[in-house]
């Protein structure tokens, strides 16, 4: 990992945290809860588990913080706990069919958008913040899981392609064929609130 | 001239294009195709403000009540460790 990922200050609180400061710790903890509480709602979907998830992960680290080397971010390495833990709990939500973000994915032709049409050039001032929230929490929640573990790590929570594959145990490859899917089919989705008014597709030909 | 990029190749150099990821022949390549192809400048242009949408998502502000189980979870684990 590069230097510059690096906040020099939170070397120093991680490395009090790992000799015993329990205030260094809640200053890690309070640093990241918001994300890792957004990332656990984005993955399992449901209050209640993210909630797990969150307690899970931050007790999971405290207990393991002996062995967090020092080579990749600590919020690198908290988000990996926090996705296998969201993992383990959609594993027990035995009505969920699609929890594997291993699965092999049809590479076929999804990578063809569908609608093409022009937006404003900031089409999200056409929405309140609550509304721009909705829409896009429900298009990200309606990507299949290795699509969206994918999407959440590197485009909500701004993770590198080599960290969100070291998050998820994924090849680059992988999380860079699954980006692009990820990233096509929510434009595509996101088409129909943002797209131009009165700008039919193909109407600019 | 090297010959332009199908739309398919285009699409598949996206995610490195616009993650300016990619190296400067490939680039002017695929810039070549965004000025001949207006259907890929959309899909370019509209995946671009996705991505710049999400990534200016606000985090899910975490529910005070959550926060406080979270700090009494803790607590009690690290009362158990220093016993």
Known sequence: MPAISQIPDETAVV???R???AKAFSELVRRYEGKIF?????????REDAED???ETFLKAYEHLDQFQGNSKFYTWIVRIAVNQALMKLRKRKTDKTVSIDETIDTGEDTVAREIAAWDENPEQRYSREEMNKILSSAVDSLAPPYRAVFVLRDVEDLSTEETAEALNLSIPAVKSRLLRARLQLRDKLTRFFKRKGDDAFAYL | MTPLLTCKEFLQELTDYLDENVDAEIRARLEQHILECPNCWVVCDTTKKTIRIYKGMEP?????DVESRLMEALEKK???RTK
């Open chain 1, 15 to 17: 490395l009090q945290a």
């Open chain 1, 19 to 21: 000799e015993g400061d």
């Open chain 1, 38 to 46: 957004r990332l656990a709602m984005h993955i399992t979907q449901n």
């Open chain 1, 53 to 55: 998830v969150l307690q």
């Open chain 2, 60 to 64: 899910h502000p975490i529910p005070a």
């Open chain 2, 78 to 80: 690290i009362a158990a």
